[in-house]
């Protein structure tokens, strides 16, 4: 039981639910502290709210994910839930990591740019479905931010794009 404890203890520490109290004493004495210090410390969760939280927004995405398999052929509709239920399911990952946690990670060199296309691409596929109300650019939308979903997870996975790459390469390399 003491060796779970200490492999439960270990992994609050890596995803950082709990601050240490020097680590809080020394933030509440800096004065220059920026909006995300501030939002990150009025936003002090216990273990468990994180997980709740985590475990209902993830839900909630999923379920709209795979609803939105219900109005598949009817793109716009499919477009909002699709799109409403990434964005729940990228958020949930805020309630394990904190907020400012979750966006120096997605603003990180490695993977910036997947992190601007799956945003844009959902941008782009709410925009067509809400205001442009075209059914062909909002499918395409949606294609385009199916990809960006999978290059923008697989930029958490160590090589995985470059493992994709070039398979992509190799299987789509023909000469005429």
């Known amino acids: 039981m003491e060796k779970m404890n200490q492999a439960y203890e270990k992994v609050k520490m890596l995803v950082g639910m709990e601050m240490d109290e020097e680590a809080a004493a020394a933030a509440d004495d800096d004065a220059t502290s920026s909006f995300m210090d501030e939002f990150n410390r009025q936003c002090t969760l216990t273990t468990k709210q994180r997980l709740y939280g985590f475990a209902i ?13 219900l109005v598949f052929f009817h793109p716009i509709k499919f477009g909002i839930t699709f799109t409403f239920g990434n964005l729940l399911a990228l958020g949930s990952t805020a309630f394990l990591i904190g907020p400012k946690r979750q966006v120096n990670m997605m603003l990180d060199p490695v993977r910036i740019y997947a992190t601007a296309l799956y945003l844009a691409s959902m941008i782009l596929a709410l925009f067509c479905a809400l205001y442009v109300r075209n059914k062909l650019l909002t499918l395409l939308a949606i294609i385009l931010e199916f990809g960006a979903l999978i290059w923008y997870s697989l930029s958490y996975v160590p090589f995985a794009r470059s493992m994709v790459s070039k398979v992509m390469l190799a299987c789509f390399d023909t000469e005429f």
Request: hydrophobic share 55%.
């Open 57 to 69: 927004c993830l839900a909630a995405g999923l379920t709209c994910t795979l609803l939105s398999m």
